[in-house]
């Protein structure tokens, strides 16, 4: 193998990596319609993870198979892969306390490191025999892994995650084909990666992905008559519509309505839902009989002829309700387009042409893009579109929810005009959490914008499941607390807060043992701060740097948990923190014997006797510094590109792309100048990212994402560079142990994924991103003694031995 000038190896090596990344966004997109949660920390992890025993194995074999059999291997190993997480059941309910799941766990996790592991091999192969002129081939792998990016988005919107899995693999497999030197090889090689992509544009039945048993799609399957009637895919979401004689989705309709509710299409988004289609015309009696008796209707009973937005509106249930209470005009933002692609094609007819309405004004922009066009609003409405989720399930744990967090809320009643409302309805949780922390996110928000005496502002209500409260810009009028009751006694609904209560209207109709809704909202109007931190669950108020609304857990819990191991199907405690621990442990298990065992092998055949700490921190530092910024820069640019899908690909895209031109001139530069620059850059993208961020909210999509990548080279660029000096260094003085360095790099790569996400969890996400900048100080520290002097040996060669 000779990888200087060789056109044939730099373009082999990078449609590798392409097919490396490819299978990596595609891996995450597995899991967040599989599962609960894209895990693209976890896949991340895996993949670094996978890089690292590829150091191991250099170790242990300096020289290479042929790269054309590794990355065919490693296209193999996505194929197997693929199968093994579709087809091997993983219950993620019992894994607790079921030994068995955590053996398929390790068996998912051994899976899918296997193509990583061989696509790392490559790369390391090329490294090592490049030595000091790393950065050539350095440089091709990011820069096709980058374009493993672009191709998997593409591929996504053709048939899916089967679609970009059969991508990747026909990439490994034209990477193969461009490292042969024999013409037959190459055709067969690059004839196989032609039959895969075709196969993975139109898959089998037999290769579709399956779904979690537990996922609502799954569920709603099972029904007698239900049937799957459309499928449809973006770059980062999947739409199914099930149409069911069962389907029946009014949130917190009332006992007392006598109305004959037809059976609605119910739209799925990942395998989540369902987002109700309902067939009853907006100007029909039924459908104002039908919003008189659901939640949200009050505020259009307040507030005739509204201009009113609707947050996240699902299949158009709040958007019926409010034209057919008299709104003159109706905007809604959609964060799924493949919802409105639904309500525009195949169901326009079913929904009585409810998004052809003339009152209906469909905004091309994300949630909260959309709180920066038009005018103010008589009403802001955040429907509630998502299905119901227990808390101590803990599934949505690390779920980002950029809608439900303070600055949203913020935004939105400084949209409403001097007589506005902002009605929100959440699901009644027992013990109390999703509405108290929706209600105390409300509070904060209000005190925010400076008002003193919110209670003269506020109405909540309850239902048999529901709770909705209403904030207004004013105080309410008698009048219009006249017709609140009236609304609320017509429909058997308990007030939980109300101005002017009467205890006596308290808890009459959905009788408790205990009003405890309405004891913990009128503790946390007098003392906020004191209740979120005695309460059992984590009620803080989510913003946009920790923007975890479903997570709840506190370390109080855990003898609670440790008692319920065995008695419940729900283990968690309301957290996905425990499993975020358990990941943590797998990934530390994992990594350990990769960091060690290369040095062992290679100081006992060498004899070399080392000073190999400084490097040890430094290609450990690096490779935790790159995932603890890489990690926290994907979830907070979900807030700027809407999902996170598309912000895995966006942002590693480019930091993946210009860090390869930042190691193309490497060479140029001075080592420790860089590593300065590189953590000021660090630094100044953590200062300006949330400002540029929230400033671009209401930009179109494209533009979003020339800011997002904009923000993303600066420091992509500098992180290219300190990684290729150190090989160049290490290449001067022992070159035996760069498989050593690489398999260090993967392994703190490894445990840092799921670090980052802990310390995001637990103190934000501009923290994790300070972790990581810590990181890349130590490392600058770490390699003061031969990044300062690149001539002289930093690992010292040993006497002969008499």
């Keep these: ?128 025999e490049a030595g000091e002129s790393a950065s050539r081939p350095y440089a091709a792998n990011l820069a096709g892994a980058g374009l493993g990016c672009v191709v998997a988005l593409g591929a996504h919107t053709l048939h899916g995650v089967e679609s970009g899995m059969g991508a990747a693999i026909a990439l490994a497999f034209l990477g193969a084909a461009a490292f042969c030197a024999r013409r037959t090889a190459m055709s067969v090689f690059a004839l196989l990666g032609i039959l895969v992509a075709l196969v993975g544009f139109d898959p089998p039945a037999a290769l579709q992905l399956s779904l979690s048993p537990y996922k609502p799609l799954s569920s709603a399957l099972l029904s007698p008559g239900a049937r799957r009637t459309v499928t449809l895919y973006g770059t980062g979401e999947r739409l199914d519509a099930v149409e069911s004689e069962s389907t029946h989705v009014y949130p917190g309709l009332s006992l007392n309505a006598a109305v004959a509710l037809p059976s609605q299409v119910a739209l799925y988004i990942d395998g989540d839902g369902p987002l109700p289609v309902t067939p009853i015309g907006a100007d029909s009696p039924e459908a104002k009989e039908l919003a008189m008796h659901l939640p949200g209707g009050l505020a259009y009973l307040l507030r005739p002829e509204a201009e009113a937005m609707i947050l996240e509106p699902g299949g158009g249930l709040e958007a019926l309700v409010a034209l057919a209470l008299g709104a003159s005009k109706v905007f809604v933002a959609f964060d799924e387009p493949l919802v409105m692609e639904a309500l525009n094609g195949q169901y326009l007819a079913f929904s009585r042409n409810l998004t052809a309405d003339p009152r209906i004004v469909a905004l091309n922009r994300s949630t909260r893009g959309a709180l920066r066009s038009g005018a103010d609003f008589d009403v802001v409405d955040f429907a509630l579109s998502s299905p119901y989720r227990p808390v101590t399930a803990g599934a949505y744990s690390l779920s980002e929810e950029y809608t439900l967090t303070q600055e949203a809320i913020l935004e939105a009643y400084t949209r409403l005009n001097g007589d506005g409302l902002l009605i929100m309805t959440r699901w009644l949780g027992t013990p109390p959490s999703e509405e108290t922390r929706l209600f105390a996110t409300v509070v904060g928000a209000l005190s925010e914008f400076g008002v003193d005496q919110p209670q003269d502002r506020l109405v909540a209500y309850r239902g048999m499941r529901t709770a909705t409260v209403i904030a207004s810009r004013r105080a309410f009028t008698a009048d219009e607390l006249n017709l609140v009751r009236r609304f609320l006694e017509a429909n058997g609904f308990d007030p939980i807060l109300l101005p002017g209560l009467d205890p006596a209207e308290l808890n009459r109709f959905n009788r408790l043992p205990e009003d405890i809704y309405h004891e913990l909202f009128e503790a946390l109007l007098g003392d906020p701060a004191g209740v979120e931190g005695s309460y059992t669950f984590d009620i803080r108020p989510p913003v946009d740097d920790w923007p975890y609304f479903f997570h709840f857990f506190r370390w109080s819990q855990i003898p609670e948990v440790i008692e319920s191991l065995g008695s419940t199907w729900e283990p968690f405690g309301g957290s996905g923190y425990l499993v975020l621990i358990l990941l943590l442990a797998v990934m530390a298990f994992l990594s350990l014997p990769l960091a060690i065992l290369p040095r062992v092998i290679l100081i006992g055949r060498t004899g070399l006797t080392t000073r190999e700490g400084p490097f040890l921190l430094f290609f450990a530092s ?35 792309t210009a860090s390869g031109l930042g190691s193309l001139v490497s060479p140029s530069l001075n080592a420790r100048k860089v590593s ?66 690489w398999a260090v790099n993967g392994a703190a790569s490894g445990v840092s994924g799921v670090l980052a996400a802990m310390i995001g969890l637990t103190w934000g996400l501009r923290a994790a991103m300070v972790a990581g900048v810590l990181a890349y100080v130590g490392a600058a520290w770490a390699g003061r003694p031969f990044l300062a002097q690149p001539d002289r040996d930093a690992v010292r060669q040993p006497s002969k031995r008499t």
């Design 1 to 128: 193998m000779t990888v200087l000038g060789s056109k044939r190896i730099i373009a082999g090596l990078a449609l590798t990596s392409a097919g490396s990344l490819a299978f990596e966004i595609s891996l995450t997109r597995v899991f967040a319609v599989q599962q609960f949660h894209s895990f693209a920390f976890v896949v991340v992890s895996l993949a670094v993870m996978g890089t690292a025993a590829s150091g191991l194995v250099m170790a242990l074999r300096p020289r290479a198979p042929s790269l054309e059999w590794l990355s065919s291997a490693g296209a193999v190993g996505m194929f197997v892969a693929y199968v093994t997480i579709n087809f091997v059941p993983f219950d993620s309910y019992v894994v607790i306390w079921d030994r068995r799941q955590l053996a398929v766990l390790l068996i998912y996790f051994l899976a899918a490191s296997v193509p990583f592991f061989f696509t790392g091999w490559v790369t390391g192969a090329c490294l090592a």
């Design 676 to 741: 300065l620059g590189l953590i000021l850059a660090l630094l100044a993208t953590l200062l300006i990212l949330p400002t540029v961020v929230h400033g671009a909210l209401g930009w179109p999509l494209s533009a979003r994402v020339a800011i997002g990548m904009a923000l993303c080279v600066p420091a992509g660029f500098l992180m290219g560079m300190p990684f290729v000096a150190g090989l160049r260094s290490l290449s001067r003085g022992a070159p035996g142990l760069i498989a050593w360095a």
């Design 622 to 656: 690096l490779g935790a510094g790159y995932l603890l910024v890489e990690i926290p820069l994907i979830q907070q640019m979900t807030l700027l590109l809407d999902r996170p899908s598309t912000a895995l690909a966006v942002v590693l895209l480019i930091l993946l």
